[in-house]
Every structure is written in C-alpha cells, then in structure tokens.
C-alpha cells in the first residue's frame, strides 16, 4: 500500500508541477482584472496542490523507511532532494509574486510573477517529479548510490542554470513589451519542426534502449578472460590453478545403491474435473514418479528425452549435490537435447522432503508437469501410518484456464485414516504463486521446512500455513474420529471445492477455516545449537534490494524484476572462497514476493523484519520474501562451483531476478544463450 501511494504521488507531483511550470513559463500579456486573476488564482491553487503532494511524498517515503531503511536510500538520495528543494525555492520565490498578482490582477503585476525568481522553481520542481517518477517506475537505483546521486544532481543543477540564464533574458523584453512574435505560418512550421525532431529522437532513443537490452545469443557464467566480470560473452577463463565444474561431480566409480530412469515425454492427462492438460511429463506422469532414497546413498538417474523440440535437464532442489550434477544446463551441464540421454549420480547428505524438476525454460517445462517428489528417509525414519505427497500445483487447460489443483486433483479429494493413525502430509508448492493453506478439525505439528527438521514442534491451530514456490513444508497430527480437511485458501470461494478430505471412511464434511493469522516459522519449536549466528564473523555481506520496473529488456518493453537495480546478466553476482562465513540481506520492494533459492546449499534465517530467531534453528533453501520484508540469512561456502541464486517464480527469473555465487578459481566450458540451447532460468 504504501509502495503504490508513493508511486501515485510521484505521478501526481509530475502533473501537477509541470502544469504549473507550463502556465507560469507563458508569455505576459494584457488580459482583464477578472480573466487576470483566475490566472493567477490557477496558479496558487496549482502550488497549494503541489506542495502538499510534496508532503504526501514525504510522508509515503517517511513511513516505508520506518519499515526498513534499504526501502528508501534510493529516494532519500535521490528523489526527495531533487523535488522538495526547489519546491521550497517555489514557495520563497513564487508565491509572493503569485499572490500580489491575484490581490492586483493587471499586465504589471502578471509581469513581476514571470520573473525568473518565480519561473525557474516550478520548472526546476516539475523536472525534479519526473526524476522521482523516472527513478520509481523506470530506472530503480539501489546502493552504490553516490555516483547515480552526483549525476542526477549535477544535471538538475545544470537544467537550472539553463532555465534561470533563459528566463533573465526573456522577462526584461517582456517588462519593455518588445516582443516580436513571427507571423502564423513561421510558428506553424517551427511546430511541426520541433516534433517531427522530437519524434525522430524519440524513436533513435526507443530502438537504440530496445537493441542494447538484448541478450547475447552465448554468454559463460564463468569469469572471463577478458575482464569483462561474472557474465561476459567472451571466452571462459581456465589456466592453472582453476578447477572445472566438469570435475565436480558425484562418484563415479562406485556401484549406485539406487537407480532409476526419467523419460520426459508428451502426454495427455486428465485432471479429477475431466479436463484435460496438454503436459509434459516423466515417465508419463504428472508428477513424476516419487523418487525415494536413504540418506548417504549413491543415486543414479538417468534422464532420457523423448520431447520432440525442446531440450531439457533435472535440477535436485534442495539437495547440495556437487556442483556438477547440479542441472543447470549452461553452467553445470549441456541440456539434454531431444533423443538425449544425461546420467546424474550423488549421494545426498540431507534428509527430508525435496523435490527435482527440469531447469531448462523452468517457467514451461515446470509448469507443464516436468517435476516430482525426491523424498530421502533418514538412517532411522520416524514412522507414520501414512505417507503422503500433495503438490500444489496450476494447470493450463486446452480451454487456457489455470487451473489449481492437489497433484491432478482438480476438486475435493477424500483419503482415508483410521483414527489413531499418524499422519504426515508432505506440501509442496510447485506453482509460481504463494500458497496459502488451512488444516481444518486436528492441531498439528509442523516437523520439517523445506526438508529439514524443525527442533521441537509443538501443536498449531488456527494458522495458515504460507508456502512459497518452491517451498516444502512437512504437517503430522494424530487423526481424530472426525474429518480433517486441507484447503488451499489464497482463493478461498473456489477452494470449496478443492482440497483433501480425510476420515475414517472416506466421507464426511468438514468446512475450511479461513485463519487470519500466519504461521511464523522463525517463532515456532524450541531454540537448538547452530554451527553459527548473528553474532559470527563473516567474510562477507552482501544486501540485495529487489524491485519491479518498467524498461526494455532482450528487446521488448516489459515489466522486469530486479537486482540492486540490475536485471540477468548484469545483475550482481557473488564470489565466495572455499570456508567462508557468508550473510545475505534480501529487502523486497517490489510488487510481489520473491522465492528466493540458493543452489547447492541451505541457508540458516537469523531474522525476519529485524526480529531474531527465537524458535527453532530455521534452515532453508528457498526463502519467500514477501511483498515489505527484510530477510537475513546466513550460510556456509562449503560446496565449491558455480550456483545460481533466483526468484522461483519463472517468469520473474527469465525477466533478470537471476544471479550467481561463484567460488574463487571455479570455471565452466559451457555456455547460455538463444544460440547454445541452453537456457538456465
């Protein structure tokens, strides 16, 4: 809310000030008392509205910095500067003039308020709104602020100087009446000449913006030779002491415990309604075939593709796999092309509920059904009675509906359980959208976050339970002798009809609750020893703003998702050495939430809004910033290569929320690009 009322000040403070520039920048002449001082009335009116938008937009930047400082350090820069100080010049220098013209309306009086004391102001405070919209909507700054805020001043300072040299020349002829206007077809013609100039520039400017926003057709995601950073279209650098991803692979000499084989394919499938998805699948089904493993053992997976035009790859979310069996293609692998075959082997070290699915064109291939549940039972496995894996999960039906759905279960689901029996239910939020969800009849324990196991759960009622994509939580109660009932309730009316249903026969009623309050999971279980905390020693921080704004981006004009103000591949990337203690700061100031998941290793929360970890050690490898929240986590550099860090939601990683943490002397051979078939995102 207060991210939209400062962005509707910032509009309104550009039509405001620049109609006032515009009246007061026209040239005196001689007009009625009465004509005169609606003028001049039209002028303060103007300048009374303009100066309190100016207080509405300090007001909007005031109160999102009491949310966190990192919101406004951009506008407290930047923006606020370059409208509030000339707006107040407008008040010393315009105002007096305005209001002896209104009390003495004449050509004099009308003549002493286009002095450049009270002209230049409104212009200098209508180019300082276009600045504070431009810098909102268009060009979001983040820290380093220094050089962006110089060149913005110095430019307004300049523009000023130009307006106030224009203005002492103008109003001394119009004090003497000695202006010489050209006859009706010369200002015609210099009409039409200023926006046929005005028009071309314009469109040299679009075409230009739209040509340097496309994407190189390859580009390594290592360092380069060539100086040219992180992500550069030149060659990747290797030499001595440099090691391969190639090299950091799972064992291959060893004989697998377990094996198993995905075929991505084509395939119809039939939702529980009746309606019908044109997927893609593993194995022929969506999702894929459960993969189930004891932790410390060898898996094999073999990954055939039966897709007739498009290539694909498996990534293992939330299992710190050597680097490369990582699968991602253009960083750790080529993508498996059409008639393809990739063989993946690691030994996963974690335990818990995870998940795999393809990492090439993530916002397609998941979303059409290329995904599946990747559970890994600890040495000694709690027992339950029952074992379930429920995907949330949209479809694109034939008719283009997104359909929501429990795995293909469209409509209410009934499973039953004895009462008495344990139950777990293993949540995934597989879509692009958070999810929220009730458990309605039976407290529960929340016993796992995204895999890993939360210290001393206690029972919860009354909660919704907010996953976000990507995320996996893990829920257990003892069944009651009355139904239990799972809703997904973000659009509660539709739920009605959706869900699962649990009881001792399969029937039964139970109606959703609709909780208003969240569950927290950094308040949640009891306090447990972390190899490291907020009081430890990092090597390095690093604080990453992120914002939507409206630009050009691989040649279209669209709404892109930002890094610290960049957007892939010039987002800022992060470089770590084997052994370091690393702290990431996210601040979400942008118009959505943004999932964020590290590659290759788990993350310890260590506060959320400024408020420490007073539960249980929260470890995760997907992080839901929502829309106004400040996140602080923490992770060891244990796993060398080169990992993507992203937003979960596709469509906001395929507009630029993609980075990557590298270790220091860690190179890859392949490449991404439009032209390499690989297509990381």
């Not at 008719?399 to 689901?413: F, I, M, Q, Y």
């Not at 981006?553 to 930002?562: E, N």
Request: with cysteine; proline share 7%; hydrophobic share 40%.
């Amino acid at each position: 809310m207060l991210l939209n009322a400062d962005m509707q000040a910032a509009a309104l403070n550009v039509l405001v000030w620049t109609t006032a520039a515009v009246c007061a920048g026209r040239w005196p002449v001689e007009r009625s008392a009465r004509r005169s001082r609606a003028r001049a009335v039209t002028l303060l009116a103007l300048l009374g509205l303009g100066t309190l938008l100016v207080l509405m937009r300090i007001t909007t930047v005031t109160l999102m910095g009491r949310q966190s400082p990192l919101f406004v350090t951009d506008r407290l820069a930047v923006a606020l500067p370059a409208l509030v100080v000339p707006a107040v010049a407008a008040l010393f220098g315009t105002l007096p003039r305005l209001v002896a013209w209104s009390r003495r309306p004449s050509l004099r009086s009308r003549t002493a308020a286009f002095a450049p004391t009270a002209v230049v102001p409104l212009q200098t405070t209508a180019l300082g709104a276009m600045v504070g919209l431009w810098t909102t909507l268009f060009t979001v700054l983040a820290p380093p602020l220094l050089g962006p805020a110089l060149l913005i001043h110095s430019a307004m300072v300049l523009f000023a100087a130009l307006a106030w040299f224009r203005q002492t020349r103008r109003w001394p002829a119009a004090r003497s009446g000695a202006r010489r206007r050209a006859s009706r077809p010369v200002r015609a013609l210099r009409t039409v000449a200023a926006l046929t100039a005005v028009a071309v520039a314009g469109t040299a400017l679009v075409n230009l913006a739209a040509a340097s926003s496309r994407l190189p057709d390859s580009m390594s995601m290592g360092p380069s030779d060539g100086g040219a950073g992180h992500h550069s279209a030149g060659k990747s650098a290797t030499g001595a002491g440099t090691t391969s991803v190639t090299e950091l692979t799972g064992p291959r000499d060893e004989r697998p415990d377990r094996r198993f084989t995905l075929v991505a394919a084509e395939r119809t499938l039939r939702l529980a309604s009746g309606r019908t998805v044109q997927a893609w699948a593993f194995n022929g089904q969506a999702p894929g075939p459960t993969l189930r493993v004891r932790q410390g053992e060898l898996v094999e997976v073999t990954v055939r593709n039966r897709l007739r035009d498009a290539n694909v790859s498996v990534h293992w979310h939330g299992v710190d796999v050597p680097n490369a069996e990582d699968g991602v293609p253009g960083i750790t692998q080529e993508a498996v092309r059409p008639g393809g075959t990739h063989v993946y082997r690691f030994r996963p070290e974690e335990s818990g509920t995870h998940w795999y699915h393809s990492h090439q064109q993530t916002s397609v291939q998941q979303m059409k059904g290329l995904f599946g549940a990747l559970i890994i039972d600890p040495p000694k496995p709690d027992p339950v009675d029952h074992d379930w894996f429920l995907a949330m999960h949209s479809w694109q039906t034939r008719g283009d509906d997104s359909v929501p759905a429990l795995g293909l279960a469209d409509r209410l689901e009934r499973r039953r359980a004895a009462p008495g029996s344990r139950v777990r239910l293993r949540l995934l939020n597989s879509d692009r959208l958070t999810h929220e969800f009730s458990l309605t009849g039976v407290p529960f324990r929340v016993t796992a976050l995204d895999g890993n196991a939360v210290h001393g759960p206690t029972p919860v009622s009354d909660r919704k339970l907010a996953l976000g994509a990507g995320a996996r939580y893990d829920v257990e109660f003892v069944m009651p002798d009355h139904p239990v009932r799972l809703t997904e309730i973000q659009d509660f009316v539709g739920a009605r009809d959706r869900g699962l249903l649990i009881s001792a026969d399969g029937r039964g009623t139970a109606v959703p609750d609709l909780p208003s309050r969240a569950f927290d999971p950094t308040a949640y279980g009891t306090p447990a020893p972390t190899p490291f905390g907020p009081g430890s020693r990092f090597a390095r921080t690093k604080t990453m703003i992120f914002d939507n704004e409206i630009s050009f981006y691989d040649g279209r004009f669209r709404i892109t998702w930002t890094l610290n103000g960049r957007t892939f591949p010039d987002a800022p990337h992060l470089t770590v050495r084997e052994g370091d203690l690393v702290r990431l700061r996210f601040a979400n100031r942008s118009h959505f939430d943004h999932p964020m998941h590290l590659h290759g290793h788990h993350v310890l929360v260590l506060s959320r809004n400024g408020r420490p970890v007073t539960g249980s050690p929260v470890w995760l490898d997907t992080v839901n910033v929502r829309v106004g929240e400040v996140w602080e986590v923490a992770f060891r550099a244990d796993n060398p290569g080169i990992w993507m860090d992203h937003c979960h939601i596709g469509e906001h990683a395929v507009l630029g929320m993609m980075m990557h943490l590298s270790y220091e002397n860690v190179t890859t051979p392949y490449r991404v690009g439009e032209g390499t078939g690989n297509r990381a995102e």
